[in-house]
């Protein structure tokens, strides 16, 4: 692993991306009712016991998938914005979509959460691709 073929600024750029994403997609206008209602069961609030710590690991947490993805999108030489797309795509059908599933059916949560939480990784996954790529 080169960590010098890293475009640090790139990273950080999808990190940004990846909370705006989120904040959308978990909006109460959009998803977050709908997961709330199956994820949440129960509790008043998510993760309010210790927010300080879930939105670091948060962060933390886009800060690695944007770091390996930038070393995936180096070791294949992917240098457009399509085709760094492509790349998310393939990681996420791959890696993130089949686990999800799994996780989701073994917990009860079925296909409409599993749905949800793995749209939000499709599109960091695209954008991440995409911009990686293309800001080389």
């Excluded at 978990?26 to 509790?43: I, M």
């Excluded at 927010?51 to 992917?78: I, K, R």
């Excluded at 240098?79 to 686990?99: D, E, S």
Aim: hydrophobic share 60%; with cysteine.
């Amino acid at each position: 692993m080169d960590f010098s073929s890293i475009n640090w600024l790139a990273v950080v750029v999808c990190v940004v991306v990846s909370m705006v994403s989120g904040s959308l997609w978990f909006n109460p206008k959009t998803f977050f009712p709908a997961w709330w209602k199956v994820v949440g069961a129960g509790r008043e609030q998510p993760g309010m016991e210790n927010m300080g710590m879930t939105w670091a690991l948060t962060v933390l947490s886009s800060f690695v998938q944007a770091v390996a993805m930038s070393f995936m999108v180096s070791a294949l030489g992917t240098a457009t914005a399509g085709a760094g797309a492509m790349l998310g795509f393939m990681l996420w059908l791959g890696f993130i979509a089949p686990t999800y599933l799994v996780n989701k059916l073994f917990a009860g949560h079925g296909l409409k959460i599993w749905a949800i939480e793995v749209g939000n990784h499709l599109v960091n996954f695209l954008l991440f691709g995409a911009i990686l790529a293309a800001w080389r």
